[in-house]
T-cell receptor
């Protein structure tokens, strides 16, 4: 079975500082990994994905994530945080090809960027 | 921008009543998903359609839940005999894909259900 863990419920960072939101996963096959962001009372917005290839993936709004197979991690990063980055972030995984096309989401990490 | 549209945004109902939600996906997307999200949790998969065919159903989807996508366009999710535990945000998402591909999901803003 596929699963994903986000070990931090809350991450606080000062504006202008680098940010990291952690994600680890468990699959039997090959992982397809995604990051989504959710603003209050809104649906989820896609940020970036890893399917194959370069371990460093760049996405929307200056975010990037690094795939680490040995540590089964896919941490989200940004070099310089903005107050507007404050939101709820979800990591998601699909176990390819064993799993069907559904994604399994983590429980989310609330990011607060302090001015 | 014709993103994924969900209706209604909010629904308050009494326990035991039936409710129906509608989702209009992005027009060219052939795949449609329903997820449920409760407070403090990530979305949980409920069911998946490719065109009009319902290909997967989660064990979370009890026999009180039914979903349809009759012409491969919009979809409806019906909950019969609602229970307080059904209170959640119901999210619809769509994507375009063939075979085993996994393109990003585009989510609607959800329908928030409150069962009193």
């Amino acid at each position: 079975a596929q699963s994903v863990a986000q070990p931090e419920d809350q991450v606080n960072v000062a504006e202008g500082n680098p940010l990291t939101v952690k994600c680890t996963y468990s699959v039997s096959g090959n992982p397809y990994l995604f990051w989504y962001v959710q603003y209050p009372n809104r649906g989820l917005q896609f940020l970036l994905k890893y399917i194959t290839g370069d371990n460093l993936v760049k996405g929307s709004y200056g975010f990037e994530a690094e795939f680490n197979k040995s540590q089964t991690s896919f941490h989200l990063k940004k070099p310089s945080a903005l107050v507007s980055d404050s939101a709820l972030y979800f990591c998601a995984v699909r176990d390819y090809p064993r799993s069907a096309r559904q994604l399994t989401f983590g429980s989310g990490t609330q990011l607060t960027v302090l001015p | 921008d014709t993103g994924v549209s969900q209706d209604p945004r909010h629904k308050i109902t009494k326990r035991g009543q039936n409710v129906t939600f509608r989702c209009d996906p992005i027009s060219e997307h052939n795949r449609l998903y329903w997820y449920r999200q409760t407070l403090g949790q990530g979305p949980e998969f409920l069911t998946y359609f490719q065109n009009e065919a319902q290909l997967e159903k989660s064990r979370l989807l009890s026999d009180r839940f039914s979903a349809e996508r009759p012409k491969g366009s919009f979809s409806t999710l019906e909950i019969q005999r609602t229970e307080q535990g059904d209170s959640a945000m119901y999210l619809c998402a769509s994507s375009l894909g063939v075979g085993g591909s996994m393109t990003p999901l585009h989510f609607g803003n959800g329908t928030r259900l409150t069962v009193t």
